[in-house]
């Protein structure tokens, strides 16, 4: 965790801090919660009725550093009592960031440049080597248009893009500004050259990337994905990959995190995988922590918590 929010924490509370890098173990973590008044967890910690039960009547608060909670029970927490603080809004620069950043390098194929260079593969300059296809005059479709989607698209607009897509449960007053057109999910698919996913994971959006949406997607078409891995039908997806019903994709989020080394996504040249680090901007990180710190104390105060998940 950032120095900055647990540095915050300690000048008020009693801290128990978990060490290593790695995630707690289930086990230990079950076992150190019993009598704690809040918990400050990551992503990767399940806040569930378990881990509440053992927690006991004198949890009032779950800080957790990110901008999604698919990891936390909303439902017991809120019979219980216990306010959950997130952190939206400060990571919405970073993630767009990334994206583009993603997009880029699964478009214009730049992990198997790299590669060529190093292994030999770069004999001279070709013409129709290493090609991708370009943003400018493309179609881009966003699935998601909250604070991270808006920010992807102003983004992509720099580019010259021709056109920009975006399907959301809601419309976005944002998008004229922008100049994004709200379209259905399936006209999203079958239009769009490039296919990003910046949705929540929510049960509406459970694997919308499914065997049935890939097929409807160009077999040019890029897809990517920085929001949560259970978007996405992730054998679906390599299959897609695997017969070129789809060009390409880039992920920042897979299931499970860590992926492991053996997936067939690893094998694949035409998928860049990344670990989850779209946040992961020094400045983002510290914000982050500063915010799950102050929405814990602030809850512990019985006050107004800065990011409070309603």
């Known amino acids: ?14 801290i128990k801090k978990w060490e290593k890098a790695s995630p707690i173990p289930r086990d230990v973590f079950l076992q150190s919660v019993s009598g704690v008044n809040g918990i400050y967890c990551t992503l990767n910690d399940k806040i569930d009725k378990e881990l509440l039960d053992a927690a006991g009547s004198t949890l009032k608060v779950v800080g957790t550093i990110s901008v999604g909670y698919d ?7 809120r019979k219980r009592g216990v306010r959950i603080g997130y952190t939206p809004n400060v990571l919405t620069d970073a993630t767009a960031e990334l994206t583009l950043a993603l997009l880029l390098t699964t478009s214009r194929r730049l992990s198997e440049a790299q590669c060529e260079a190093k292994t030999g593969g770069w004999v001279s300059w070709a013409p129709t080597w ?40 809601s419309e976005k007053a944002e998008a004229k500004e922008i100049g994004a057109i709200k379209v259905g999910f399936e006209e999203l698919l079958t239009q769009s050259d490039f ?40 054998g679906a997806l ?19 995190e860590p992926l492991p080394l053996d997936n067939p996504l690893f094998k694949l040249k035409n998928c860049v995988v990344l670990p989850h680090i779209g946040s992961a901007t020094i400045e983002a990180r510290n914000v982050m922590s500063e915010l799950t710190a102050k929405n814990i104390i602030c809850a512990l105060n019985e006050s107004e918590m800065p990011a409070e998940l309603k």
Do not use: W
Not at 2 to 13: A, S, T
């Open 130 to 169: 290493m090609t991708g296809p370009g943003l400018a005059g493309s179609t881009v479709g966003i699935v998601g248009f909250g604070r991270i989607g808006q920010a992807v698209a102003r983004r992509v607009k720099a580019f010259n893009t021709a056109k920009i897509l975006y399907y959301n449960r």
């Open 1 to 14: 965790m950032p120095d900055v929010g647990i540095e915050l924490l300690k000048k008020q509370c009693e």
């Open 238 to 256: 390599i299959e897609a990959l695997q017969n070129n019903t789809i060009r390409a994709a880039g992920l920042d989020v897979t299931t499970p």
């Open 195 to 234: 296919v990003i996913c910046c949705a929540a994971l929510v049960p509406e959006t459970k694997e919308i990337f499914n065997k049935s949406a890939f097929e409807k997607m160009k077999p040019t078409a890029v897809f990517v994905n920085t929001s949560r891995g259970g978007t996405v039908d992730q």
């Open 71 to 77: 990891h936390i029970d909303i439902a017991e927490c």
